[in-house]
């Protein structure tokens, strides 16, 4: 069964840097995401992507963050000046249509700690 | 926005009773309503969803129930047993935009065998 994959699974990194995650969406997916799940807490929505551009983003998704899709296969998040408050685990997650009754799939993450 | 407020935050149950989790929702048009199961340092992962057409969905043990009138649904486990020990997420998704999911506060369930 096709997943979407995440890389790196962890990421250190001091605070003040730049860090990139990326994400690999299952491939005939149009639909993409970014959630964020604070150690012990809900996940929450950050930014949803499609056609090459922004279609919402949260209260979170400040600045300091971007996304974007370099080529037809990578969908990339990046935080420009990380935070202490931007340790969790970010999710990537895509799904194949619009309508809110398609599931969206979650890759298994990467754990962001910011020193 | 969407709100989804997620009931009980623990629970402990012996393997072989069954398992309830609600979940209440705010937006009267939300139409569709999935379960995300996390086992620990995982994903989540979609168990089961339902279709507000529909007022009741099973799959082997696990179960969903629909009241759009009182806008609330419900996760049932029955049987239980230890692989079911994990974190429970309802959601409901945005009908506008990029269809982004509200999750609730998540129930972590463990299984005593």
């Known amino acids: 069964e096709p997943e979407v994959t995440q890389t790196p699974s962890h990421q250190v990194t001091q605070m003040g840097q730049e860090v990139i995650l990326r994400c690999v969406p299952i491939?005939?997916?149009?639909?993409f995401y970014w959630y964020r799940q604070i150690l012990g807490q809900k996940v929450e929505f950050l930014v949803s992507f499609y056609n090459n551009e922004i279609s919402e983003k949260s209260e979170i998704f400040d600045d300091q963050f971007s996304v974007e899709r370099p080529d037809g296969s990578n969908f990339t998040l990046k935080i420009r000046s990380t935070k202490l408050e931007d340790s969790a685990m970010y999710f990537c997650?895509?799904?194949?249509?619009f309508g809110v009754g398609q599931p969206q799939h979650f890759g298994d993450g990467t754990r962001l700690s910011i020193l | 926005g969407e709100n989804v407020e997620q009931h009980p935050s623990t629970l402990s149950v012996q393997e072989g009773d069954s398992a309830v989790i609600k979940c209440t929702y705010s937006?009267?048009?939300?139409?569709?309503f999935p379960w995300y199961k996390q086992e620990l340092g995982k994903r989540p992962q979609l168990i089961i969803d339902i279709r507000s057409n529909v007022g009741e969905k099973k799959d082997q043990r696990i179960a969903v129930t629909l009241n759009k009138t009182a806008k609330h649904f419900s996760l049932h486990i029955t049987e239980t047993q230890p692989e079911d020990s994990a974190v429970y997420f309802c959601a409901a998704p945005r009908e506008a935009a990029g269809n982004k999911l509200t999750f609730g506060g998540g129930t972590r369930v463990l299984v005593k065998p």
């Open positions: 937006d009267s048009a939300s139409n569709y």
């Open positions: 997650a895509s799904k194949i249509v």
């Open positions: 491939s005939n997916h149009l639909y």
